[in-house]
């Protein structure tokens, strides 16, 4: 049974930073690229940053040099180091796996349930 549970998101003030954590199970961790994808009220959910089987990155202009993503096989974990926060990054942040790196930008087999991030102003 695959699952990814996403960790690490709440209440920052402007300008702070969160380290968000995406455990996995139920499938090969280190044959899947993994990505983070982010909704916020009323909008549509949109890529954040995705990182191959092999470490190669891409980053989505949204939050491109305030985000770092990475991976550690050994504990079948994504993170996404977030910077600089503002409170237009807002929203509900997903864990997403698939073994294709092109498809896990748009539409990976399995997401995760989501942690909530806030910026206040």
């Known amino acids: 049974q695959v699952q990814l549970v996403e960790s690490g998101g709440g209440l920052v003030q402007t300008g702070g930073s969160l380290r968000l954590s995406c455990a996995a199970s139920?499938?090969?961790?280190?044959?899947?690229?993994m990505g983070w994808h982010r909704q916020a009220p009323g909008k549509e959910r949109e890529l954040v940053a995705v990182i191959s089987s092999g470490g190669s990155t891409y980053y989505a202009d949204s939050m491109k040099g305030r985000v770092t993503i990475s991976r550690e096989n050994t504990k079948n974990t994504v993170y996404l180091q977030m910077n600089s926060l503002k409170p237009e990054d807002t929203a509900v942040y997903y864990c997403?796996?698939?073994?294709?790196?092109?498809?896990?930008?748009?539409?990976?087999?399995?997401w995760g349930q989501g942690t909530q991030v806030t910026v206040s102003s």
């Open positions: 997403g796996a698939d073994r294709s790196f092109s498809r896990v930008h748009s539409r990976p087999d399995y």
């Open positions: 139920g499938f090969t961790f280190g044959n899947y690229a």
